[in-house]
């Protein structure tokens, strides 16, 4: 055998002829469990009144660890509670903000009648 032919031999076949293999694992989740953290991040950037949402955030995010640790009960109970003070912190934050609305209103009406009636006293009307 010349040089060049052991050579060949010893390096394998031609890069072009080799077959790349993959393996592809799929992981079926029999049950899904929403975490609601795109909920409770909402909560507490824009109703985050009585801090419910940041709780509920955190409870989301529980909820997120424990599904990925594969405990799916300690996930459900962990959304479940984050489920519900979403709720509680959607109906207080869209009650409170109206609240507030109303009495920025009314107030600043109430305001202008006193200003108005103050400088009528003053004119003498």
């Given at each position: 055998m010349?040089?060049e032919?052991?050579?060949v031999?010893v390096?394998?076949?031609?890069?072009?002829?080799?077959?790349?293999?993959?393996?592809?694992?799929?992981?079926?989740?029999?049950?899904?469990?929403p975490?609601?953290?795109?909920?409770?991040?909402f909560n507490?950037l824009?109703?985050?009144?009585?801090?419910?949402g940041f709780?509920?955030?955190?409870?989301s995010?529980?909820s997120?660890?424990?599904?990925?640790?594969?405990?799916?009960?300690g996930?459900?109970?962990y959304?479940?509670?984050a489920?519900c003070?979403?709720?509680?912190?959607?109906?207080l934050g869209?009650l409170m903000?109206?609240?507030?609305?109303l009495?920025?209103?009314?107030?600043s009406?109430?305001?202008?009648?006193?200003?108005?009636?103050?400088?009528q006293?003053?004119?003498?009307?």
């Amino acid at each position: 055998m010349h040089k060049e032919e052991h050579e060949v031999t010893v390096m394998g076949a031609p890069p072009s002829t080799i077959l790349l293999r993959s393996t592809v694992i799929n992981i079926h989740s029999k049950t899904s469990v929403p975490d609601h953290v795109v909920w409770s991040l909402f909560n507490t950037l824009f109703l985050n009144w009585c801090c419910l949402g940041f709780i509920a955030f955190a409870f989301s995010v529980k909820s997120r660890d424990r599904k990925m640790i594969g405990d799916v009960t300690g996930a459900q109970v962990y959304a479940s509670t984050a489920k519900c003070l979403n709720i509680w912190a959607l109906i207080l934050g869209i009650l409170m903000t109206t609240g507030f609305i109303l009495l920025l209103v009314f107030g600043s009406v109430t305001v202008y009648h006193i200003t108005l009636q103050i400088i009528q006293e003053k004119r003498g009307y």
